[in-house]
């Protein structure tokens, strides 16, 4: 049972072009709405995160839109590079514990 | 500031072997959390470790135990093991139960054949 769904599974932008990634949660009692960033062979790298009482956060290039009537959180990567290709993951935290979408993976091309 | 360890990266096991998998968190944190991240897909939660107890468990067998050290280092050790197991097991390491705000550790890839 995933609780939280992620969408697309993949996506091709161009250079200095907008990603966009979106998840949906069922769960009201996820506290705390982090996005990781994977590359091939690494551990996820915590990118930016978001707490259900704020509706937007943004960091440089990276935003986090927050809809928490509908149970719904986007990143938009702005001015999308190819150094920004990688698999991205959505997560939920509540009950100790983080529970991770399936990823997006992104490819930027030059 | 030391970042998340983990060893070894890479090993090969045939099914019905044991394995451990070691981590060492991030200077500051006593919490471990354990993730199983199978090819293409999100990580999985398998158990998290405070103070060397057992705070939390996912959905996996028991086959799946760990420890936590007094110097909050952990291990994974996973029994008879099976060709499923195959995946890349991450530890992430947090500072009390916050566990938003994990870090990573680069992973161990398993391979079962």
């Known amino acids: 049972q995933q609780q939280v769904k992620q969408s697309p599974q993949s996506l091709i932008v161009q250079k200095g072009g907008i990603s966009i990634i979106n998840c949906a949660y069922e769960n009201t009692a996820f506290d705390y709405f982090p996005w990781y960033q994977q590359f091939p062979g690494k551990g996820p790298a915590l990118l930016i995160a978001?707490?259900?009482?704020?509706s937007e956060k943004k960091e440089g290039r990276f935003t986090i839109s927050f809809n928490k009537s509908a149970k719904q959180f986007s990143l938009h990567i702005m001015d999308s590079q190819p150094g920004d290709s990688a698999t991205y993951f959505c997560?939920?935290?509540?009950?100790?514990?983080?529970?991770f979408g399936a990823g997006t993976t992104v490819t930027v091309r030059a | 500031e030391t970042g998340v360890t983990q060893s070894p990266t890479h090993l090969i096991k045939t099914r019905g072997q044991q394995v451990t998998l070691r981590c060492s968190s991030q200077s500051g944190h006593n919490t471990v959390s354990w993730y199983q991240q199978a090819l293409g897909q999100g990580p999985q939660f398998i158990f998290q470790y405070y103070r060397e107890e057992e705070n939390g468990r996912g959905n996996f067998p028991p086959r799946f135990s760990g420890l936590q050290f007094p110097n909050y280092s952990s291990e994974l050790n996973v029994n008879a093991l099976e060709l499923d197991d195959s995946a890349l097991y991450l530890c992430?390491?947090?500072?009390?139960?916050?566990?938003?705000?994990?870090?990573f550790g680069p992973g161990t890839r398993l391979t079962v054949t």
């Open positions: 997560a939920a935290s509540g009950d100790y514990k983080l529970s």
């Open positions: 992430a390491s947090s500072a009390g139960l916050a566990v938003h705000e994990q870090y």
């Open positions: 978001i707490r259900p009482d704020v």
